[in-house]
């Protein structure tokens, strides 16, 4: 079975904090993604990454970065955390091309920011 | 804009009875389509999906979604709901572009089941 692990199921930290949240798949994945999901906004795009060192942002980008080293991992970052990063995050990869495949979720982290 | 709606927020079914969510898009062209579904706590999990030909697609678990160009919808559905179908249910649908090509998600449509 593919497998994406997130390193962590619940995370509290305090305020201007630096977060990392981790993924890694198993499958050898082109693409990663990290979507953050809140109740009534479904799931929103952070940061995906198609390629090692290669990055790119969706549509809610700002707060947050990335790192892609190497294939199998990628990494979230909160720089200074804040409360309304509090949310639960879920990491996704694919190969390519991701419609003939769609994703394959790790089991999220949901973070609180106090 | 590409962007896809499930118009129902919350839907509750009996135990049994046959269920239908319901899934619109808008796009251009034709897309991408799939169903995931999230149990409480969990990641989400892939039903299935469509990109080309027989536009009646069976799932896992008993789910099958039919997609209706027509009507730009893609509803899943389910002849007779178990409790454990219990869950959060999205129909993300995928764009073309460079590189990686991104799922985009609607709400999600919270399934309960009575007794």
């Known amino acids: 079975d593919v497998k994406v692990t997130q390193s962590s199921r619940y995370l509290v930290k305090r305020t201007g904090e630096k977060v990392f949240l981790e993924c890694v798949q198993d499958?050898?994945?082109?693409?990663m993604f990290w979507y953050r999901q809140d109740p009534g906004l479904g799931l929103r795009l952070i940061y995906f990454?198609?390629?090692?060192?290669?990055?790119e942002k969706g549509d809610i980008p700002e707060g947050y970065s990335v790192s892609r080293e190497k294939k199998e991992r990628f990494s979230l970052i909160l720089e200074s955390a804040s409360t309304n990063q509090t949310s639960m995050y879920l990491c996704?990869?694919?190969?390519?091309?991701?419609?003939?495949?769609?994703?394959?979720f790790g089991s999220g982290t949901r973070l609180t920011v106090v | 804009a590409q962007s896809v709606t499930q118009p129902d927020i919350h839907i509750t079914v009996s135990e049994g009875a046959s269920l239908e969510l319901r899934c619109n898009y808008s796009y251009g062209a034709t897309p991408y389509l799939f169903w995931y579904v999230q149990s409480p706590g969990q990641g989400l999990q892939l039903l299935l999906k469509y990109f080309s030909g027989d536009t009646l697609v069976q799932g896992i678990k008993g789910f099958e979604a039919e997609f209706k160009r027509s009507q730009s919808s893609f509803n899943l559905r389910k002849p007779s709901v178990h409790w454990s179908d219990a869950a959060e249910y999205f129909c993300p649908f995928m764009y073309s572009g460079g590189g990686a090509d991104g799922l985009t998600f609607g709400k999600g449509t919270h399934l309960i089941i009575q007794p």
């Open positions: 996704a990869s694919s190969f390519n091309p991701v419609r003939q495949y769609g994703y394959t």
């Open positions: 990454s198609y390629d090692v060192k290669m990055k």
């Open positions: 499958m050898d994945h082109e693409n």
